[in-house]
């Protein structure tokens, strides 16, 4: 494996690591739990466009890998997803 597949499965790895650690210590202290949560909507985010060959670009980056794991799951209404990948950035 290489490139993005390879950058794909760390960061799989990470968000998997993370999101565990965030279920050992929500009843303890939720807020950091929330905190862990979000961090791992940008690790499986970034995963996704690495896997295509994109990466977020530097403005604003991780909204947008949130952005992208939020056009995967049904986001309430007034949510709009408004992800710019690096190929659209040219």
Do not use: W
């Not at 993370?18 to 950091?32: F, K, L």
């Amino acid at each position: 494996m290489a490139g993005g597949q390879a950058d794909a499965e760390h960061l799989l790895g990470k968000a998997t690591r993370t999101v565990a650690t965030a279920g050992e210590i929500a009843r303890d202290d939720p807020d950091s739990a929330d905190v862990l949560a979000y961090a791992v909507a940008r690790y499986a985010g970034t995963a996704l466009l690495a896997h295509q060959g994109l990466r977020p670009t530097t403005c604003g980056a991780s909204d947008q890998a949130c952005n992208v794991v939020a056009t995967f799951v049904d986001v309430p209404s007034g949510h709009e997803s408004k992800t710019t990948t690096s190929r659209d950035a040219t």
